[in-house]
C-alpha cells in the first residue's frame, strides 16, 4: 500500500530546530482537554496549571509544562517514599 493511500497516513514536513510544525488542513478550533480530578491533591493542583496554557503566549508554554512536569515529579518522589 502506498503512503498516498493509507488513511492514517499523515503528511509530515521537515522542520529546522526552533521551527513550528503546522497543521493547515485542520478544520475547527482546537481544544485543550477537560482535566477530571484525580483524587490527589498534588497531582490535581499540577495539572491545573495546564489550564493556563489558553491564556498564555505560546513562548511561555515550555516553562509551564516545566513547572507541572518538576510537581508531578516531585509527587512521585513522594509516593515511593511513602509520604
Known sequence: MSA???????P????????QLMRHDVDG????????????????AALERLNELDDLDASE??????????Q????LSDLNAGS
Do not use: K, Y
Not at 508554554?61 to 518538576?70: I, P
Not at 508531578?72 to 509527587?75: D, Y
Open 61 to 70: 508554554h515550555v516553562a509551564v509544562f516545566e513547572s507541572v512536569h518538576r
Open 12 to 19: 509530515r514536513e521537515t522542520i529546522a530546530e526552533g521551527q
Open 72 to 75: 508531578l515529579h516531585q509527587r
Open 29 to 44: 478550533e482546537l481544544v485543550l482537554p477537560v482535566w477530571e480530578p484525580t483524587g490527589d491533591a498534588a497531582v490535581d
Open 4 to 10: 498516498g493511500s493509507d488513511p492514517l497516513s499523515v
